[in-house]
């Protein structure tokens, strides 16, 4: 299965997160670069730390996460934990569903599975259980 998101509601997700450099940067990216973030992403929903509940995280802050990973070459926490949904996001002409720019679900198929994903991004969260397994 393949992670995939669209660019606009990533980037709006970050700016909800205080990550206003990064949600510039997502907006820019070229699709390997997405497709990374959505891979990191991927994996950390997976094979990340879970909560107390079992649960994972949300898949909004998993792309969030990833997406710093991503855009700054190595991982940290987010600027908030939660989401602040009282920022006022950026406005964009109205797009269908369909016509925002995606996950280009073909090039991450052709990568191998978490190949982007570095012992770096697994060591940094607290699950030490949590190793990189490849499909």
């Not at 950026?90 to 990568?111: C, F, G, I």
Request: proline share 4%; with cysteine.
């Amino acid at each position: 299965m393949t992670l995939t998101a669209s660019v606009d509601d990533v980037a709006d997700n970050l700016l909800r997160f205080h990550e206003d450099a990064t949600s510039a940067w997502v907006e820019r990216c070229t699709d390997e670069e997405f497709g990374w973030v959505c891979n990191a992403a991927e994996f950390l929903l997976y094979y990340g730390p879970k909560r107390a509940s079992g649960s994972t995280r949300l898949i909004d802050k998993a792309l969030a996460i990833a997406a710093v990973y991503v855009a700054e070459g190595t991982p940290r926490k987010l600027a908030r934990s939660t989401r602040d949904n009282t920022r006022v996001m950026p406005s964009r002409p109205p797009l269908h569903e369909l016509d925002k720019r995606r996950t280009n679900v073909k090039l991450m198929e052709a990568r191998g599975y978490y190949d982007d994903v570095h012992d770096e991004f697994v060591a940094f969260w607290p699950n030490r259980q949590m190793r990189l397994e490849r499909r």
